[in-house]
């Protein structure tokens, strides 16, 4: 499973990548912003995204809006520190799958990305 | 400065460097910045803006901003290291985002983090006054956390007010 990071600070992709690869995930490609993340979205298609908000040149709402016009199934989770009801609703209706606002602890990150794998899975098994 | 600001601002410094760093903080009562206070080595800076605004910034020496990145990033992260500045950024991108999340009610956004790194410096953020000064002790050493926000809605004349007006 390719895992793509997209956050404008090096030391949360870090952090990410070290919980994830604690998870058993290798396959982790990252992005500092939206425009850098489009351009490996075509290049490299992950099979899940973390995404932040706030970035510079193209920021994380616009993304997830951008990737939802072509695709409708990869799961994406918002990690930002936009906490407020009014933002995750904005997002979920943008079409991330999952929220997760920071400061995050590595068990929330890891609880979010288990249950947004399984509900996709689960979706994916019911359609098939 | 309105007191209600404040108390969001502490729960947020507590939260992000408890959860993010392992660091409990010890916060001291606010004070109001005087014009005298001595510089700090590392700041990091963040812009509030719409229905309040103004400014927060963290001010650490660098002894105990290498020690709290390097509590935050999980390797030794030294003044010189590439992603300094970076972790510096993204703790103020959160200790700002948790204090704007409980403002209930007001639409606020926040700017992308500005770093400034250099013995002794002096930050002039904002013309917001008077600035409150949070001191805040943790294990690896102190830090002070600088906030200046007040209410725009004052600063602009709303539909009701001028309705007021013209009654009277």
């Known amino acids: 499973m390719k895992i793509m990071l997209v956050d404008d600070s090096r030391t949360i992709r870090n952090i990410q990548k070290n919980v994830l690869k604690q998870l058993g995930h ?68 943008a079409g991330v799958n999952n929220y997760i606002v920071k400061p995050f602890t590595a068990e929330s990150l890891n609880e979010k990305i288990s249950q947004t794998l399984a509900k996709t899975q689960a979706a994916t098994t019911t359609k098939a | 400065m309105n007191v209600r600001y404040i108390n969001p601002f502490v729960r947020s410094i507590r939260n992000t460097f408890e959860t993010m760093c392992g660091l409990p903080v010890t916060v001291g009562k606010p004070q109001i910045k005087e014009s005298t206070e001595p510089g700090a080595d590392v700041s990091g800076v963040i812009g509030f803006s719409g ?23 999980g390797v030794d992260i030294t003044p010189e290291h590439d992603d300094f500045a970076d972790a ?15 403002f209930e009610g007001l639409n606020i956004s926040i700017s992308l983090p500005n770093v400034i790194v250099g013995a002794n410096h002096s930050v002039s953020a904002s013309r917001v006054t008077p600035r409150l000064i949070i001191p805040c002790d943790t294990e690896v ?19 009701s007010t001028v309705a007021q007006g013209v009654a009277s």
Not at chain 1, 46 to 68: A, C, E, F, S, Y
Not at chain 2, 88 to 102: P, R, Y
Request: hydrophobic share 45%; with cysteine.
């Open chain 2, 51 to 73: 229905d309040a605004a103004g400014s927060l910034v963290l001010h650490f020496s660098f002894e105990t901003a290498s020690k709290i990145a390097t509590k935050f990033a």
């Open chain 2, 88 to 102: 510096i950024g993204e703790l103020a991108n959160m200790v700002a985002g948790g204090a704007k999340a409980q």
């Open chain 1, 26 to 93: 290798e396959d982790i490609i990252d992005a500092e912003d939206g425009v850098v993340a489009l351009r490996l979205f075509n290049e490299q298609p992950p099979d899940l995204m973390l995404v932040d908000w706030n970035m510079p040149n193209m920021d994380g709402i616009t993304l997830i809006r951008k990737i939802r016009e072509v695709n409708k199934t990869i799961p994406m989770i918002m990690c930002t520190t936009e906490a407020e009801k009014s933002r995750v609703l904005e997002a979920i209706k």
């Open chain 2, 141 to 159: 050493g102190q830090f002070q956390v600088e906030i200046g926000m007040e209410s725009t809605a004052s600063k602009t004349t709303t539909p």
